[in-house]
């Protein structure tokens, strides 16, 4: 389980982030996006470190390199404890920037491996994006 004050800056950090997104405003989600990858840096290898914080650090890293290494660290973090909630919802965002990357093999192999997961949660939607996603992909 995620520290509830972590779980509420990291919410609050990714609303504001949107804002700042949509806004255009590069200097807000700049300084914005350093506070919650130091939340990140600083609760990492301790017992607060959790993968939700690396997922939206992923999410709103603007480089592709870097948010697909965040989203495999959030990945192995989720994977280790285990958390196949969190595992299926991480895999996924994975695998739909690996398409928007036209990488649909890696997407592939992405989807293949969160799927086990994604058996064991109660998220029926993500489910089923992950489902369509896998069949949108797989070859025929």
Same mark, same amino acid.
């Given at each position: 389980?995620?520290?509830?004050?972590?779980?509420?800056?990291?919410? /609050?950090? *990714?609303? &504001?982030?949107?804002?700042? *997104?949509?806004?255009?405003?590069?200097?807000?989600? !700049?300084?914005? =996006?350093? !506070?919650?990858?130091?939340?990140?840096?600083?609760?990492?290898?301790?017992?607060?470190?959790?993968?939700?914080?690396? /997922?939206?650090?992923?999410?709103?890293? !603007?480089? @592709?390199?870097?948010?697909? *290494?965040?989203?495999?660290?959030?990945?192995?973090?989720?994977? +280790?404890?285990?958390? %196949?909630?969190?595992?299926?919802?991480?895999? =996924? @965002?994975? +695998?739909?920037?690996?398409?928007?990357?036209?990488? %649909?093999?890696?997407?592939?192999? @992405?989807?293949?491996?969160? &799927? *086990? @997961? +994604?058996?064991?949660?109660?998220?029926? /939607?993500? &489910? +089923?994006?992950?489902?369509?996603?896998?069949?949108?992909?797989? %070859?025929?």
């Amino acid at each position: 389980m995620i520290n509830t004050r972590i779980h509420k800056a990291v919410y /609050e950090l *990714a609303e &504001k982030l949107m804002r700042a *997104a949509h806004k255009e405003d590069r200097e807000a989600f !700049e300084a914005l =996006y350093g !506070e919650l990858e130091a939340i990140c840096i600083d609760n990492e290898y301790t017992e607060k470190d959790h993968p939700e914080q690396w /997922e939206t650090l992923a999410d709103f890293t !603007e480089e @592709s390199d870097e948010a697909l *290494a965040l989203y495999q660290k959030a990945l192995d973090k989720a994977a +280790a404890r285990p958390l %196949p909630d969190y595992v299926a919802s991480i895999g =996924y @965002s994975m +695998a739909t920037l690996q398409v928007e990357l036209d990488e %649909p093999d890696a997407a592939l192999k @992405s989807l293949r491996q969160v &799927k *086990a @997961s +994604a058996a064991h949660i109660e998220d029926d /939607e993500l &489910k +089923a994006e992950i489902d369509a996603l896998l069949t949108t992909l797989t %070859p025929r």
